[in-house]
Structures are given as C-alpha cells and as structure tokens.
C-alpha cells in the first residue's frame, strides 16, 4: 500500500484549535484532492490541486486550507472555523483528470475526533 | 455541474447470488465512470472503470454497463462471496471540472 501515505492514523483535537493533516505521495502525480467521508454521505470533496503552487476549492472548502509548495505533499488544515471536523478525511492524487488514466489512488486516511 | 446518484444505499445478498448497483448522472459531457470498493476502516481502491465510448467491460466476476442515452450506468457482481462485503461508490467526470463526482455508496453485505 506505498504510493500515498497520510499521517497521523488518528488524531484529536479540542474546540478551537487548528490542526493539519499530512498527505504525502511518490507517485510522481500532478493532481491531488482531498475529501471527507461521513457516514453514509459519500466522498466530497475539499480542496484539489492540479498542478504545484494551485488549488480550487471543492464543494465543501469551508473551515478548511490547502497548500502546495511541493508537488509531494498537500497538507490540508482543518481551522476553528469548521463547525463539525469530526470526519474520516483522505487524500488521493492523480495524473490530472482527462490526460490518460484517470484513477485516483488514495491513502489510508485520518480519523478527527474533536474533544 | 455534475450530479451523481446511487442505488440502493444498502444491499444484503445471499453468497452465490448476484448483485447489482446502479448509478445515474447528470452531466452529458461526462465520459469516464469509475467504481471504487472500500473495505471497513480502508481506503477506497478501484474495481473496474468504463469510459463513455464503451458499453459493456467485464472482469471475472464484476463487470459495469453504460447507457449514455438514459444516463446510467450499473455494476453487477456475479457468484457473490463473503469478500466482496464492502461500500462501493460509482463516480462520473465530465471534463468541465478537474476532479471526480461520487455517489454516496452502497453498503453491500453478502450472507453466507
């Protein structure tokens, strides 16, 4: 399961504190995404990025931050503005959309819990 | 934008039995439909995916079927076995916008 890695597993955090999550990838992909699983609400999407140094906002971006200095590595900030970050969040890259396969892998994502 | 839905959000089968989830789309432009299995507690990994020049693709068991006139398209698990209990999600991409849209998943639980 290499490829894409998010750290940590699992992580908790109290009312008002920022945290980040990490999503790191060797696969020499372009595009990256990162999405929140709720119970029986699918994968929707937060922030995805194309290419290094640009990112768009997915449809639910509120209460969340992306950066992407690195073509590796898009970590995604979960901000004291984001009313309910207790989620499964993960990560997933891509050669970017309708240039050739179009697969999205994705790593083995990180549980919040806010306290 | 796109909008995909999925059918039904829970699936119970006897071991043996086939089983079948279908997925509508909103997006005509849409051209590239992926179905990704996510086991309890892993990641979402992909089964199989069809492309909008295609009608039918199979692999052993699993296979998926297009229908760009209604805008649907199926997966269809033959010879179900405990294995295959899981979430699935379909997904569409239309091109307009640079990431996938997925449905909300079926949970499918295969009795044995």
């Known amino acids: 399961d290499g490829g894409i890695t998010q750290s940590p597993k699992y992580l908790f955090r109290k009312e008002g504190q920022n945290v980040t999550l990490s999503c790191e990838q060797n696969l020499n992909h372009d595009a990256m995404y990162w999405y929140r699983q709720d119970p029986g609400q699918g994968l929707r999407l937060i922030y995805y990025s194309q290419i290094v140094n640009d990112f768009q906002k997915g449809d639910i971006a509120e209460g969340y931050s992306v950066s992407r200095e690195k073509k590796e590595s898009f970590p995604l900030t979960v901000t004291s503005a984001q009313k309910n970050p207790t989620a499964f969040y993960l990560c997933?890259?891509?050669?970017?959309?309708?240039?050739?396969?179009?697969?999205?892998?994705f790593g083995p994502g990180t549980r919040l819990t806010v306290l | 934008g796109e909008n995909v839905e999925q059918h039904p959000s829970t699936l119970s089968v006897q071991e043996g039995d086939s089983a079948v989830i279908k997925c509508t789309y909103s997006d005509s432009a849409s051209n590239y439909f992926p179905w990704y299995k996510q086991e309890l507690g892993k990641r979402p990994q992909l089964i199989i995916d069809?492309?909008?020049?295609?009608g039918e693709k199979k692999d052993q068991r699993i296979a998926v079927t297009l229908n760009k006139t209604a805008k649907h398209f199926s997966l269809h698990i033959t010879e179900t076995q405990p294995e295959d209990s899981a979430v699935y999600f379909c997904?569409?991409?239309?091109?307009?916008?640079?990431?996938?849209?997925f449905g909300k998943g079926t949970k499918l639980s295969v009795k044995p």
């Open positions: 997933a890259s891509s050669i970017p959309m309708g240039r050739g396969s179009d697969e999205q892998f």
């Open positions: 997904a569409g991409y239309g091109g307009s916008q640079g990431n996938l849209i």
């Open positions: 069809i492309r909008s020049n295609v």
